[in-house]
Each structure stands twice: as C-alpha cells, then as structure tokens.
C-alpha cells in the first residue's frame, strides 16, 4: 500500500478519475490497484494492456483461485433479525413463563413452527431454543417488566414488602413481593421484587437475602411501612424473627401478619378440640384407597350395590390450600354410609390403621360432628376467600368482616342483649355463663 498511498498524494485527481475496469482492478491515472493480489501496479506505459497483463500473470490466478475458495468474513456473523421474528420469539417465551413450560420444550417448539408454517419467513427465521429462551427471560423481559415497580418507588418511595420461602426438596427459593402505589391506574398493586436461594433459610438468611434483594434494587429500609409473612417463628419470632431483624433497620415497621394463615390455625386449633379426630380420618381414608386399584374398585362395586350410582372423589385436607377443608367434609358426608358399610367392625383387623378407621367411623360422635363443621365452616371459608382475591385491595375491608364473622359466630352462643351491648367493641364481649344463651 506503500506505493499506492504515495499516488495519492502526488495526484490529487485520482479519486475523480476513477473508473472500474472490472470488478478486481479499479484503474487511476497512472496507477491501477488490484483487489484480489492486493498490490499496486503502473498502467502509464501500456494502459489497458498492463492491466490484461496483471490479470493473465501467475501470482493474480493463484490468489483469484484462492479467494473462490475462503469464505467471507461477512458469513461467520448471523444477519440481524426482523423485528417481527423479535416480537414472535418474545411471546413465545412469555407464554412460557405465564404457564410455567420447560425450557426445553422451547428446542422442539422452533422446529415445530418451521414444519407447521413452511410458508412463513418468520417461522424459517424462528430461532428461539432453550438457552436462548433463559437469556431472554433473564435479560430482557425480567428488566422490562421490573422497570415500572421501580419507576413508581421513586415517585412515592413508600412500600411494604411480603415474604415466603418455598419448601422445594431441591434448592429453596425465597420469593419477595412489594406492594405500591401505582400512579397510572391509582391503586395499590402487588408486584413481583426478587426470588434469592436461600437453602438454610434461618432468620438471619432470610434477611441478608432481603437486604441483598434491597441493595440490588436500590431500595432502602427507611421507605419500608409494612412486613406480611406466614406466621412461622422463623418469621414473626419476637426476639430473633425476620420481621424483629428488619424491625431494627425500621422501628416505624407495622407487621399485620397473613389473615388467611391466622383464620385457618383458628380452625385447626378448634378442630384439635374435638372428641373425634376429624382431619386424620381424612388422610387415612384417602390412603387406604390411593396406593391400591384393588380397594378402589372394591369400594365402586360396593357403592353401586347401595346406590346404584358412581361414587365421587374420595378428598384428602391438603394442608397448603386453606380453603379445602369444607370441601372434604362435604364430599366425606355424602360418602358416609357407603363408606361406614364398607369398613365393617370385624375380629382381626388388617392393620392399626383400618382399625383406627373403623372405630372413628363407627363411634355415634363422627356423623354429628361433620354436620357441626358443615356448618359453622362455610363462614369462615367466605371470610378467607375475601382476603384471597387476587386482584383487590381488601385490607379496608379486614375490620367489617372480622366484626362480621364475631358476631355470626356468637349468635350461635350469647344471649342476643349481650351480643347488642358489644355492638361498638366486641372485644368487651361478656363470655360468662350467665350470658350464653338457651
């Protein structure tokens, strides 16, 4: 390039003067430059023959040879893809999130479009397999979304924060929920903050995962007004629990605690009361009959001989869905008899278990006592599916449908002039004797 840069400067009308000859040799005044050798070569004696020289000459055909052969730098890089296969790959992968699919399921999905819609150029161009589909997760679609919660913190700053840990057997994620005002639709809304691991989930953990989670987001305690959590020690505990740690980083910190937790351990602690063990006899039943396609079909046959119909689903309490329990009772009421006539008191029981079964279904308090819980449950099952609702803000409504629920309850039990003289505290409720009704 020596020789060409130095006719550059000597003839300053190079440029203007150029012509192509071909497509491997752009021709100057004096000069000519070939873009296969590459090299520089005088065309100021011969012209155009110098040129059919250079071209016919050993060392040219040996490099044009050689550059049919190489590739192009242009063909290691992939061409950028339209903003319609973009916006395809996108939702593809939204949808993957919204219903929870495998990544995996992503490598046959693009080759399962491309062989649905050979038509379409945005299905041949549809490349969006599993690695791809984390790193758009990850990378794109989790900032874009977690932008507006940020967006609305620093318009009011003020938030209150929900914790959970899983109870996964493998690693144990801690998800973390915010709750803020949203300016543009003016309401309060819940939105997703961050999901550590957190395997040893002691207090302690549980907070540095918090305060890391803080860090990330560039959020401060000083702005935190509220905790919700489960009502496990390791959360509410009052001396060494995480509501108790993040207490000390915000002394203002008011903990209101899971409504629906505390309405269900009231029933559960109500039930442990009872003479008869209610909850464990569903969970006996339930796996008398699970592990065994025999017993199921035994039971069928012996039902239809009663009723002449098909039995229903045999329920079990699941202990994570608080609203289950009347829904077991009530399939357990309907099923009573036939299942009474099925487990027959007899000498030699097969196991403790059945035996156990047998005597709870036979003793005279068991029928009466799912008829008392088919009652008095409905209305604690209305007063938690009111703080479940997912999308409505009920904690207005928390002070009425306590009140609410009190005042059922007791009707069942004062005297009607007591219940009236509480009508403004009932927390001054008179439970003596003397006021329990006839």
């Given at each position: 390039m020596k020789g060409y840069a130095k006719i550059l400067k000597v003839n300053s009308k190079y440029h203007s003067h150029t012509q192509s000859l071909s497509d491997?040799?752009?021709?100057?005044?004096?000069?000519?430059?070939?873009?296969?050798?590459?090299?520089d070569f005088s065309i100021a004696n011969r012209g155009k023959d110098d040129v059919s020289t250079h071209v016919k000459g050993k060392q040219h055909k040996e490099r044009a040879c050689a550059s049919l052969s190489s590739?192009?730098?242009?063909?290691?890089?992939?061409?950028?893809?339209?903003?319609?296969?973009?916006?395809a790959e996108a939702l593809l992968v939204t949808f993957a999130v919204e219903h929870n699919l495998a990544f995996k399921a992503s490598d046959h999905a693009f080759k399962l479009f491309r062989n649905m819609l050979p038509d379409s150029g945005i299905a041949k161009q549809f490349a969006?397999?599993?690695?791809k589909t984390a790193a758009i997760i990850t990378e794109a679609l989790a900032p874009h979304f977690s932008r507006p919660t940020l967006e609305n913190l620093d318009k009011n700053g003020l938030f209150s924060i929900m914790m959970d840990e899983s109870n996964d057997k493998t690693d144990k994620s801690c998800i973390i929920l915010i709750r803020i005002f949203v300016f543009d639709v003016g309401d309060i809304r819940t939105k997703f903050l961050?999901?550590?691991?957190?395997?040893?989930?002691?207090?302690?953990?549980l907070f540095n995962a918090l305060k890391l989670s803080f860090n990330k987001k560039g959020l401060n305690f000083d702005n935190c007004v509220a905790f919700k959590s489960d009502t496990t020690n390791v959360m509410k505990g009052a001396r060494s629990g995480v509501q108790k740690l993040i207490r000390n980083e915000c002394p203002h910190l008011y903990d209101v605690g899971c409504i629906c937790h505390l309405a269900d351990l009231t029933v559960k602690a109500g039930m442990e009361s009872l003479p008869v063990d209610i909850d464990q006899l569903f969970v006996d039943v339930f796996y008398f009959f699970f592990y065994s396609s025999k017993r199921k079909q035994q039971f069928a046959d012996h039902w239809c001989s009663l009723f002449s119909s098909e039995p229903t689903t045999i329920l079990k309490d699941c202990t994570t869905r608080w609203l289950s329990l009347l829904c077991c009772v009530g399939s357990f009421i309907i099923q009573f008899d036939g299942l009474k006539s099925y487990f027959l008191p007899c000498d030699e029981?097969?196991?403790?278990?059945?035996?156990?079964?047998?005597?709870?279904?036979?003793?005279?308090?068991?029928?009466?006592?799912?008829?008392?819980?088919?009652?008095?449950?409905?209305?604690?099952?209305?007063?938690n599916r009111v703080f479940q609702k997912s999308k409505e803000n009920t904690t207005c409504q928390l002070y009425h449908e306590m009140g609410r629920l009190v005042r059922l309850y007791a009707s069942n039990l004062l005297k009607t002039d007591v219940i009236k003289a509480a009508e403004n505290n009932l927390s001054t409720l008179n439970l003596a004797k003397r006021s329990i009704g006839g």
């Open positions: 491997q040799i752009i021709i100057g005044n004096t000069f000519a430059r070939c873009s296969v050798c590459p090299s590739q192009s730098v242009r063909s290691f890089f992939t061409p950028q893809a339209s903003s319609s296969v973009v916006n969006c397999g599993r690695t961050d999901m550590p691991i957190v395997n040893i989930s002691t207090a302690v953990n029981a097969e196991t403790v278990k059945v035996k156990k079964i047998i005597d709870t279904l036979h003793n005279p308090l068991t029928r009466p006592i799912l008829q008392f819980l088919s009652y008095i449950l409905p209305s604690m099952d209305r007063f």
